[in-house]
Nanobody, 123 residues
C-alpha cells in the first residue's frame, strides 16, 4: 500500500515562492516515477511536473516551465515542487501522484494519489 501526503500549500502574493512536499510511505518508493498535478475550480486536472524514479530526468507542463522545479530524495521518500514567480493563475489544488510508468503526463497512468494541498496566489 502506497500513501502520499502533501504539505506546504498556502497563500502567497504574486511573484512569491512556495515549496510543496510529498511524503510517500509504503514499499519500493524508488520504483515509482512521481508527478505533480493541479486542478483549479471548474477546470480539468493539469499536469505540472514529473520526475523519473531515478531522479535523472524531469519534465514540465508548458505553463510552469522555467518557474517550477521538481526534485526527489529517495533516502527520505519525499518529492518536492519548488514554485517560483507564482502567478494568480497558479491558484489550484496541487496533487502528488505515483506511477510505475516512466515519464507520463497523463493522470490515468498514476495509480496512487495524495489528498491535495491548496495553493492560492493573490494579485
Amino acid at each position: 500500500q502506497v500513501q502520499l501526503v502533501e504539505s506546504g500549500g498556502g497563500l502567497v502574493q504574486a511573484g512569491g515562492s512556495l515549496r510543496l512536499s510529498c511524503a510517500v510511505s509504503g514499499r519500493d518508493f524508488r520504483r515509482y516515477s512521481m508527478g505533480w498535478f493541479r486542478q483549479a475550480p471548474g477546470k480539468k486536472r493539469e499536469f505540472a511536473a514529473g520526475i523519473r524514479w531515478s531522479g535523472e530526468s524531469t519534465y514540465y507542463g508548458d505553463s510552469v516551465k522555467g518557474r517550477f522545479t521538481i526534485s526527489r530524495d529517495n533516502a527520505e521518500n519525499t518529492v518536492y515542487l519548488q514554485m517560483n514567480s507564482l502567478k494568480p493563475e497558479d491558484t489550484a489544488v496541487y496533487y502528488c501522484a505515483a506511477t510505475i510508468v516512466t515519464m507520463s503526463v497523463h493522470s490515468n497512468h498514476y495509480a496512487h494519489w495524495g489528498q491535495g494541498t491548496q495553493v492560492t496566489v493573490s494579485s
